[in-house]
C-alpha cells in the first residue's frame, strides 16, 4: 500500500477534493437512507445496522471505501438537528461556514499550547476572545478606567468545561474554603466542578418557578460563614429562563460574593437588538460561560469562559520548557499555556471568527430572533389547542408543554415512542412537579408548517395504541 495522502503540504487539496466528494455524498445517501430526523427502531436496531456497517474494526488489511462506509453509516444513524422535527437539546444545526472553516483547522491542524504550533491562529485567538469578552463586559458594570486590563475570554469545549474553570479561578482567588452556592435550576456540571476541585458540599437555592429565589439566596449569604461564589443562569438547559440578573448581582456586591452566571444558552441573546436586554446584569459577573455550540450554531466545541478581571488568569500559569522557556518568553514568543487547562488544543476559534465576521451582528442577531419568534409561534399553537397544555411562554428558545389530562408516565412513553420511530426528537424537563415534553427551536430553518407537523406527530402519538 502506498503512503496514505496528506490533508495539508502541496499534495493536500488534490487528496482532500476527491475525499470530500465521497463524503458529501455519503452524507446525502446516510440521510436518505435515514429519511427523518432520527434513525428508525431504537438503541438494538440502530447499533445492529452501525455493527454490520463497521464490521472488522481493525482489519489485517485497510479498506478503502472505509470513508465512505462509515460516514454513511454515521449519517443514516444520526439524530439530525437541521431536521425541523429534532428539537430536544440545545444541540444546533451547524452553519455551513462554521463547517467549512473547522476542515481549514483540521487541515492546518495547528495546536494552541505554543507559538511555534500556531502563529497566526495564537493571534487570532487572542483578538476574538477579546472582542467577545468586551462585548459582554460592555455594560456599566465594567470599570471604564482606561488603566485596568480589559476583560479577556478563553476558550473552552463548552459549557461544562467553562463552568469547571470559573469555579477554579474563584478557588484560587478565594482559597479551598470557598462554597458554591447555585439555584436548584443550575447546570449539573457547576455542582460536579465543585466535587471536582474538593469544595465543601454546594449550597443549593430553591428555584421554585424554575429562577433562582432571590429571597433564599439573600438568605443564604446571611447565614453561611466564609468565601462564597453564587453561580446564577441565563438560560436554564430545561426551560430556557434567566434568573434575576440584577437582583442576583446587588445581592452578591452587599454580601462580597463572587458572582459567576452560566450563560451557555442565554448568551446568544446578545446577538440580538431586541433581545439583548434580557442579559441585564450579566456584565456584573466576576466569568460567564458562553458556548456558541448553542445559540452560536457552531459545530460542537465552541464554549467560552469570558473573565471580568484578566488577573484572575495567572491562576492557570504553568511552565513548560519545551512549550514556554523563559527565556522564549523574554524573547518576545506568546506564552500561551495558561490559556486553558489543556496542552494540545484545536483552533476552534477559526469557526467562531469565520462566523462572526461573515454573519456580523445583525446577521446572528437575526438567527437568534428566528429561533425566539418560532419558539412564541409553536407556544401559541400549543395553547390553542385543546389537546395539550403550555408551560408558559418561552422566555428564549425553548416550549414546555404535555398532553392534556395525562399522566407524567404517558408523557414519557410518547416521548419514548417518537424516538422510536424515528419520526421526531422532543426532550424532556421536570417543572412544578410534573414532567414536559420539551422543543429547544435551534434550528433558524424551522418554518411554521414544521411546527404544525411535530404538534401533529405528538398529537397522532398520544392517539395511537401503546
Ligand atoms: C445552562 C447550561 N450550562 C452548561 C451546559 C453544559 O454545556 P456543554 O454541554 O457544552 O458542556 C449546558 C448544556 O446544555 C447548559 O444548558
Given at each position: 500500500m502506498s503512503t496514505p495522502s496528506l490533508?495539508?503540504?502541496?499534495?493536500g487539496p488534490r487528496a482532500l477534493r476527491p475525499l470530500l466528494d465521497t463524503v458529501l455524498q455519503a452524507l446525502d445517501e446516510g440521510a436518505h437512507a435515514r429519511g427523518g430526523p432520527l434513525p428508525t427502531g431504537g438503541p438494538a436496531a440502530v447499533a445492529a445496522r452501525v455493527r454490520v456497517a463497521v464490521?472488522?474494526?481493525?482489519?489485517h488489511n485497510g479498506d478503502p471505501d472505509a470513508l465512505r462506509t462509515l460516514v454513511h453509516a454515521l449519517a443514516e444513524g444520526a439524530a439530525d438537528?437541521?431536521?425541523?422535527?429534532?428539537?430536544?437539546?440545545?444541540h444546533c444545526p451547524p452553519l455551513a461556514v462554521a463547517t467549512a472553516a473547522d476542515l481549514a483547522a483540521s487541515v492546518l491542524n495547528?495546536?494552541?499550547?505554543?507559538w511555534d504550533q500556531a502563529p497566526a491562529a495564537s493571534e487570532l485567538e487572542t483578538l476574538v476572545t477579546r472582542a467577545l469578552a468586551a462585548a459582554v463586559y460592555?455594560?456599566?458594570?465594567?470599570?471604564?478606567?482606561?488603566h485596568s486590563a480589559p476583560p479577556d475570554a478563553l476558550i473552552t469545549t463548552g459549557g461544562t468545561e467553562a463552568n469547571q474553570l470559573a469555579l477554579l479561578l474563584a478557588r484560587e482567588t478565594h482559597g479551598a474554603g470557598l462554597r458554591l452556592i447555585h439555584g436548584a435550576?443550575?447546570?449539573?456540571s457547576l455542582p460536579r466542578a465543585a466535587w471536582l476541585l474538593g469544595l465543601p458540599d454546594p449550597v443549593t437555592v430553591p428555584a421554585p418557578t424554575g429562577t433562582l429565589d432571590p429571597a433564599a439566596l439573600d438568605e443564604a449569604l446571611t447565614t453561611l460563614p466564609g468565601p462564597v461564589v453564587v453561580a446564577a443562569t441565563a438560560?436554564?438547559?430545561?426551560?430556557g429562563l434567566i434568573d434575576p440578573l440584577p437582583e442576583i448581582a446587588a445581592l452578591c456586591t452587599a454580601h462580597h460574593a463572587r458572582l459567576h452566571i452560566d450563560?451557555?444558552?442565554?448568551?446568544?441573546?446578545?446577538?440580538?437588538d431586541r433581545r439583548r436586554?434580557?442579559?441585564?446584569?450579566?456584565?456584573?459577573?466576576?466569568t460567564i460561560t458562553l458556548d456558541l455550540h448553542k445559540l452560536g450554531w457552531?459545530?460542537?466545541?465552541a464554549g467560552l469562559l469570558a473573565v471580568?478581571?484578566?488577573?484572575?488568569?495567572?491562576?492557570?500559569n504553568q511552565h513548560a520548557d519545551y512549550l514556554n522557556a523563559d527565556d522564549d518568553t523574554e524573547a518576545g514568543?506568546?506564552?500561551?499555556?495558561?490559556?486553558?487547562?489543556?496542552?494540545?488544543?484545536?483552533?476552534?476559534i477559526l469557526k467562531i471568527a469565520v462566523t462572526l465576521k461573515t454573519l456580523g451582528r445583525t446577521g446572528l442577531g437575526a438567527l437568534v430572533d428566528q429561533v425566539c419568534d418560532r419558539a412564541q409561534e409553536f407556544a401559541a399553537l400549543v395553547r390553542d389547542h385543546p389537546g395539550f397544555e403550555l408551560h408558559?411562554?418561552?422566555?428564549?428558545s425553548t416550549v414546555l408543554f404535555r398532553p392534556a389530562h395525562t399522566t407524567d408516565d404517558a408523557v414519557a412513553a410518547v416521548r419514548r415512542k417518537l424516538l422510536h420511530q424515528g419520526r421526531a426528537v422532543l426532550g424532556r424537563a421536570r417543572l412544578d412537579g410534573r414532567l414536559w415534553l420539551k422543543a429547544t427551536l435551534l434550528?433558524?430553518?424551522?418554518r411554521p408548517d414544521d411546527l404544525a407537523t411535530l404538534l401533529a406527530l405528538v398529537e397522532k402519538a398520544v392517539d395511537e395504541p401503546a
Open positions: 490533508a495539508s503540504g502541496p499534495e464490521g472488522d474494526v481493525l482489519p438537528p437541521a431536521d425541523p422535527l429534532c428539537a430536544a437539546h440545545l495547528p495546536s494552541l499550547d505554543s460592555a455594560g456599566d458594570a465594567t470599570p471604564a478606567d482606561p435550576n443550575a447546570h449539573h438560560g436554564t438547559t430545561d426551560a450563560a451557555a444558552y442565554g448568551g446568544g441573546l446578545h446577538f440580538s436586554a434580557q442579559l441585564t446584569g450579566l456584565d456584573h459577573a466576576h457552531q459545530p460542537v466545541p471580568r478581571d484578566p488577573h484572575d488568569l495567572c491562576a492557570l514568543l506568546p506564552d500561551l499555556l495558561g490559556r486553558s487547562l489543556r496542552t494540545t488544543r484545536r483552533p476552534d408558559d411562554r418561552p422566555t428564549i434550528n433558524p430553518a424551522t
